[in-house]
């Protein structure tokens, strides 16, 4: 079982920069996949993205390529997401979620994620 929190939303101009957290409780973090997405009002929940079990093989969604950086610290038990350069299409419930299967094609879908946060909020302003 993996709880997971997430931490660092806020409300920020375009052009700006907000780091999420998410600290998972659980001895078990490592052996997780590590994902992020994002719910804006009234459409679906989108993949925005994902790291591997080291960290070391990253993944992003086209609309947040160049922009986002998604890391994680397993001596901390925590995966990070660095928005730089914010639009206000990035405005959205933002979530963390945790992936047991072993397979990186899974990683874009939420069905594959077994773990879930309670969601950040994040606001970018025009």
């Known amino acids: 079982q993996v709880q997971l929190v997430e931490s660092g939303g806020g409300q920020v101009q375009a052009g700006g920069s907000l780091r999420l957290s998410c600290a998972a409780s659980g001895r078990t973090f490592g052996n997780y996949l590590m994902g992020w997405f994002r719910q804006a009002p009234g459409k679906e929940r989108e993949f925005v993205a994902a790291c591997s079990w080291s960290g070391s093989t990253t993944f992003y969604a086209d609309s947040v390529k160049g922009r986002f950086t998604i890391s994680r610290d397993n001596t901390k038990n925590t995966v990070y997401l660095q928005m730089n350069s914010l639009k206000p299409e990035d405005t959205a419930l933002y979530y963390c979620?945790?992936?047991?299967?072993?397979?990186?094609?899974?990683?874009?879908?939420?069905?594959?994620?077994?773990?879930w946060g309670q969601g950040t909020q994040v606001t970018v302003s025009s």
């Open positions: 979620a945790g992936n047991s299967v072993r397979d990186y094609s899974t990683i874009y879908y939420a069905r594959h994620y077994d773990y």
